[in-house]
Structure formats: C-alpha cells, structure tokens
C-alpha cells in the first residue's frame, strides 16, 4: 500500500537528504540551517530551542510529534500544519498528526511546503505545512504568500528532531518487541520440558505453542498443523479469541495438498498474506475468516515437522518485516522444543516401563513360581491327608492359589500395557474398561484370561467383546467383593467352532457358575 500524501504534488521543491544521510550528515545539516537562521531576527529562537528540549524529553511520540506540527505552524505562520507517519516498513500511512486548519482543496492548496522526515536514509515520514498568510498574524481570508527561507530551514530543524524521536522510538519499541518474543521461546521451550500434569502430552505442546504464538503476535488465531497422510496439513491445536462457531470450523480443518502454500511449507519457507480471505494461494475454506496471516513451517534438523499459522482478522494491521522475522525465529525454536519435548517425554516413558518390566519380572520368576509350588505342597498334603474335612480345606486353599496366580498374571498384563496413544491390544483395552468401572463398583474388578486372546480374537469379535464388558460391567451392581470377569478364548461353540466366551459375576464369584454374557466366534 502506498502512502497517501496531504498534497500530491508541492507547489515547491521537497527538501531532504539522500538515502545514505548519517547522524553526522544530519548533524551537520542541522547545524548549517542554524547558521543560515542566525543571520537574520533571533525572535523564533526561544521557541524553537524549547521545542527541541521538550520533543528531546518526551517518551510519548504521538505528543512530541504534535509539538512538531504545533511549533512549525507557530514559527512560519502557517494556518495548517501535519506529520505523517509511514509505517515500519515504509510503504503505508501509519498515524496522521494535524494542528489548524487543512486547506479545503488539498491538491491546490497554496504554497504547500513538505520536509521528509529522515534517519540515516530511512523515511519515517513528511513534515507539511500550508496556507502561510500574508503578514505576521494568522487572519481569516488573508492572502497567502510563499514560505521563506527562514521558514524553511527551521521546519527542516523540526524534521530532524522528529526523525531523532521517531527513529528512538522505534528502536526502543524493537527491542521491547524483540524481547517480548525471546521470553515467550523461552517460556514455551520450559513448559514443554515440564509437560501437563494430566491429559495427552502431544496435545498439551501443540496447544502450548499455538497459545503463546497468537498472544506474542498479538493475533486472533493461532494453530498448529500437522501433515496427514493425503500430503494436507490439518489443525490440530488452536488458541483463538474469535466466537466458538469460526473455531469449531477452524480447529480439524485442513490446507489441501493442491495449495500453493503448501509447496512452500513441504520446502521450509513461511507464507506471508496480508489479505488470506482474498489470497488466490488460500484455496482453503478456513481462510475466509482471516486477513493478515503468517504461516510458519515448524522445522528441525532440515525436517519440517508443521506448521504455525498466526491469523489477524481483516482489517487489522499487516504483520510487520520484524514481526515476520521474529515470528520466523520463534516457529523454529517451537519446533526444537517440541522434539526436545518428545525426546524428554520419551525417555520418561522408558523409564518406567523399564520399571514395570523389571517388577513383572520379578511377580512372574518369584511370586508366581513360589504359590506354585506351595500350590504342589499342598495338592500332595491334600492326597495324603485321612479326614474328609482336611482334605476339603486344603482344597479350598489350593483354588485360592490359583485365583491369585491368575490375579498377579492379570496384574503383570496390566503393568505391561501399550502407551495411550499405541494401538492396544484387546487385553489392554478390557482392562481399561475394568478400571473405568472401578469407582462405581467400589473397587477393581478382576479380569481373568483363559488362552492366547491377543493371539486368537479377531478385530471384530473382540470389539464386539470389549462392548459387551463395558455394558456388563455398568450393570453389575457393588458389592462387598470385587466382582469377577473371565474371558475365556479355549470355548468350543455349539456349532463346533472355537470361540470366545465372556462371564461376569459379582461378589467374588469364582466365574465357573457366572451367566455367560457374550460369546462368539474368534474369527466372524
């Protein structure tokens, strides 16, 4: 977008430097336009002097650049005077500065006089003044006459003193920029490190991510996609300000693979949109909700993980040249954090599955080996002994045996479960229906396994057979013993076909007497 000049063609000559002014050009140019003003009346020196020293000490930009605007109209007489203000990248009209009264027809306006305002070669913008009376005094309907010399090195000493308070100001408000930018990488690489005290850990570093990228850009949408198998990116992470309708579409929506900016993103190149409803490479019906947009590949170690999209809505400001480098630099320290983050996360899970495998271990080769062969002793007591009674006892006992070698076996399945975002196997997912039931049961059922049912159930049977231990186990009401589940994948059905069968039974039943709730075939 270009500027929009107060007059678009001055009646006289601009005045400036070239593009490669120095502070000591400025300086010195400065200095000769004092020189030139000290030949003549001192009277607007006063003014002037306190101009300076009051633009040099004020922190708020908006005000010294309205004294500007206010001493030059004072000190040349004009009836209007404005500060224009380009923005960071130098190719739009950011803030607009007036003091009087603008001339009713800007383009002829008479005698118009326009000073750039300038820092080493960089344009922040145009001093203009117009509408110079003829005498001293600021009168209605006074005929206007040209701007002197006088009048024009004293605006260019005004212009210079607001390139000085401009240029200050935004290096001061870069730094503050690029600060703010460098605290949220680092804050996001910590929490991610630390990881959610509960819930999916992929979910919460995405989440994370998308989070503090939309707060540090100050944008209306932030979201993490990730590539699907069809070559699309999908959201899978957002953090948005906008109503629950445009993120429910947002969140789960995908750039089809088709899409320009895809190629880009596969390359590891960002996309920079200042319109994304109206850009023909936005071929996604998400973008319509959407104006100026940065989307930023996630890549690390020349793999391209993501992407990082920070939405403005329209109407908003474009996204700066810094803010897209900064921006830039923060995708890339996000997506080290997230492998860092996986790593961490990956080495913790090791751990404690080294740990569960070494305490099933030691169940499996101690525990269970030593009831079994007290189990022995007891069966060889139980041949030998002479009264009924004892042999009845000792009986009960060694059934007891064997109930808690199957409890431990089930215990050591359970500590040798898959991680939750692995395919589990049907053990596994009977299991985690059994602990689901437990708070309204008032304690773990027990889950006992006959044969090889990972091995043997098919895909379809054993849904069929993790539906029905859920319903079952809903029914089942509380009692003062665990209640008992078998699943047995050794049956033989009526019509000569192994199967699987399922009983449940509660109060500690031993599962033999137990109604068969659901059985079938191991393969439909």
Sequence with gaps: M???????????????GGPA?????????????????????????????EAMVAIGSDLDVHRALHRIAETAASLTGARYAAVEVLDEDGDGLRDLITHGTPPEDRPAAPFALRVPIKVRGELFGSLYLAGKPEGSAV????????????????VRVLATEAGIAMGNARMHAAARQRGRWIDGAASVTTALLAGPESGSTAEHALTVVAEKGRELAEAATGAVLLPRADGAMEVVAISTVLPEPVRAETFGGAIPPESPVMHQIHAGL??????????????????RHYGPTMLLPLRSGGQVLGALALCRVSGDPRFTHLERTLGTQ?????????????????????AVYEDRDRIARDLHDLVI????????????????????DVKEDVGRAVDELDA??????????????????????????LLREAGAAAEALGARPSVQFVGPVDARVGEESGRALVTAARRVLAELAPAAEPARVVVDATVTLADGRDGVRLTAAAGGDDGTAAPVVWEGPLQP
Excluded at 2 to 16: C, I, K, N, R, Y
Excluded at 406 to 422: G, S
């Design 270 to 287: 960002a996309v920079f949109s200042d319109d994304f409803a109206g850009d023909p490479r936005a071929i996604s019906p998400i973008s």
């Design 139 to 154: 009168r209605a309907g006074a005929a206007a006459v040209p701007f002197s010399e006088v009048d024009r090195h004293l």
């Design 330 to 350: 923060f995708a890339s320290q996000a997506a080290l954090a997230l492998v860092l983050a996986h790593r961490h996360r990956d080495r913790r899970r090791l």
């Design 2 to 16: 270009s500027p929009v000049p107060l007059f678009p063609e001055p009646a006289e000559p601009q005045d400036g």
């Design 369 to 388: 080996q030593r009831l079994f062969a007290t189990g022995m002793l007891l069966q060889s007591a139980q041949r030998t002994a002479v009264r009924p």
């Design 21 to 49: 002014d120095s502070a000591a050009e400025l300086a010195e140019r400065t200095a000769q336009d004092l020189r030139q003003l000290a030949g003549g009346p001192l009277a607007w020196f006063p003014q002037l002097l």
């Design 404 to 429: 808690t070698i199957q409890e431990i076996r089930t215990a050591i399945i359970a500590l040798q479960q898959e991680p939750p975002e692995a395919p589990a196997g049907l053990r596994t997912r």
